[in-house]
């Protein structure tokens, strides 16, 4: 774990839950995201001592505290610059806000820990005249607000999540996604890069994503199905969301509601923007309808 591994002339990653991209640029040393918390900070800042480099600024693929947890700890200790979407990087600055929009309002205490607040730095949008120019930022929406990809000069696209491994969509089928068109259309974005290698942030590297990507698709028309299926008669959201974890053999906790209940508001969504929901009031309820035909 740690493990710094070399995919170009000028590019790394390391293999760590999260994974971590490394980039040697003109003007310096960046990285792709920095870990779950200050500990996995520490870890690159051990490793960019032993080989020597000094750590230039930090390229955030999104907010989710996974990828953001080590920022403070490695802005604090080197006074590296770090860049995100400028969305991502209000969360960024403002962690409260992710347990505030997962859960609709202010979020009880059992939502309110490191899993979903990293602590919080200081973000430059992707547009500051200091962002890297050797590095390419390729917007890949779906899994949250402004998730984005940054594809090296070595042919190296550091895709985030915007793939699960199959591992885990065997276990959960539902991944977290805020916008499914958004997903699916990055699915197809992925199809169609020239990348050499792609790097998920939570899956092996790939020479060829096709494979991964078409599961990730399969398992979202899946979720697309059981929904349509079990909203033939109308249902609340809570009902529907009871039905997802026992027919996916979810099992609910404070996180669980809060984040596959996000994607699943996402998903109805799309159905009803796709015309294949219908949203109505009746009796003080909103209830999800299949439409017929």
């Not at 969305?87 to 409260?96: D, G, K, L, M, T």
């Not at 404070?254 to 009803?272: C, D, H, N, P």
Request: net charge negative; charged share 25%.
């Amino acid at each position: 774990m740690y493990e710094l591994i070399s995919v170009g002339e000028n590019t790394w990653y390391i293999d760590c839950p999260a994974k971590i991209g490394v980039v040697r640029v003109a003007d310096g040393m960046y990285i792709i995201d920095s870990g779950n918390d200050k500990d996995a900070g520490r870890k690159v800042r051990q490793i960019f001592e032993r080989e020597g480099w000094t750590l230039k600024g930090i390229l955030n693929t999104h907010s989710h505290a996974d990828h953001v947890g080590g920022n403070k700890y490695l802005q604090n200790n080197t006074g590296c610059s770090i860049f995100a979407e400028p969305v991502e990087a209000s969360f960024i600055e403002h962690p409260i806000l992710e347990p505030v929009y997962l859960f609709g309002g202010f979020p009880p205490s059992d939502l309110r820990h490191k899993f979903l607040m990293a602590q919080e730095s200081s973000a430059k949008p992707l547009s500051d005249p200091a962002f890297p120019k050797d590095i390419t930022p390729v917007p890949i929406p779906g899994h949250y607000f402004g998730q984005t990809g940054f594809k090296t000069a070595d042919g190296v696209f550091f895709i985030a999540d915007s793939v699960c491994r199959r591992e885990t969509l065997d276990k959960y089928t539902v991944s977290v996604i805020y916008d499914v068109k958004g997903a699916l259309a990055t699915l197809d974005l992925l199809e169609a890069s020239d990348a050499k290698l792609f790097v998920p942030s939570h899956a092996a590297p790939t020479e060829d994503i096709r494979d991964l990507s078409s599961y990730n698709r399969e398992k979202i028309f899946a979720v697309k199905a059981f929904l349509l299926e079990i909203c033939s008669g109308g249902l609340t959201f809570e009902e529907v969301l009871q039905r997802v974890f026992t027919g996916f053999g979810l099992i609910m906790t404070f996180e669980q509601y809060a984040l596959v209940g996000s994607t699943i508001r996402s998903y109805l969504s799309w159905l009803k923007e796709e015309k294949l929901l219908s949203a109505s009031f009746e009796d003080n309820r909103l209830l999800w309808r299949t439409v017929d035909g």
